[in-house]
């Protein structure tokens, strides 16, 4: 393969799955010799991406986006999106269809919360980052939704209590110190 025709299938979207490559005319025995070889590289199972790339905040999120077209990133993971939390989340809120399959990633931690059809399509807005189609609850949905915002609210104070428990135990400490 020439240099041109390994950027290619990368010039829509950084992040490309096994599937559209395949497309693309790759095999699977390329896919690994040139992963190998370091021309292309394995993000997950079944994603790829050019070398060069650099992950951005979102990458975790647009690698589950990319594998998951349906999946709507919700609750925390929106608040964090919306710039409405400062709590960094350790794992990825995401909403599937009641009867999707959850998707199988080693990494990032997912928490799957379930919804109706009618539920994923209300109140969702979709982004494009990376040339990847990311859909999330809107701001209003988040703040109007009674169980999201219950559930949301008592994490994040939460987190919040936390923190201030942190700092009281810091100046306490601090204030024990003899100099």
């Not at 919804?115 to 701001?139: K, Y």
């Amino acid at each position: 393969m020439v240099a041109l025709d390994i950027r290619r299938p990368f010039e829509t979207s950084p992040i490309q799955q096994t599937r559209n490559l395949e497309s693309a005319g790759w095999s699977r025995a390329e896919l690994s010799r040139l992963t190998s070889r370091g021309l292309i590289k394995r993000l997950r199972r079944g994603v790829y991406c050019l070398p060069d790339y650099r992950q951005n905040e979102d990458g975790d999120l647009l690698i589950v986006a990319k594998r998951n077209p349906l999946a709507l990133m919700c609750l925390l993971t929106a608040l964090r999106l919306h710039h409405l939390t400062t709590q960094m989340v350790s794992e990825i809120w995401l909403g599937l269809p009641s009867k999707a399959r959850v998707p199988r990633l080693e990494y990032p931690a997912l928490r799957v919360i379930r919804f109706s059809p009618a539920s994923l399509a209300w109140g969702v807005e979709t982004r494009l980052i990376e040339g990847i189609p990311l859909r999330i609850t809107n701001i209003e949905r988040v703040d109007m939704t009674a169980g999201e915002a219950v559930e949301v609210g008592a994490a994040v104070n939460n987190a919040q209590n936390d923190e201030g428990i942190l700092r009281r135990q810091a100046r306490s400490a601090w204030r024990g110190l003899d100099f």
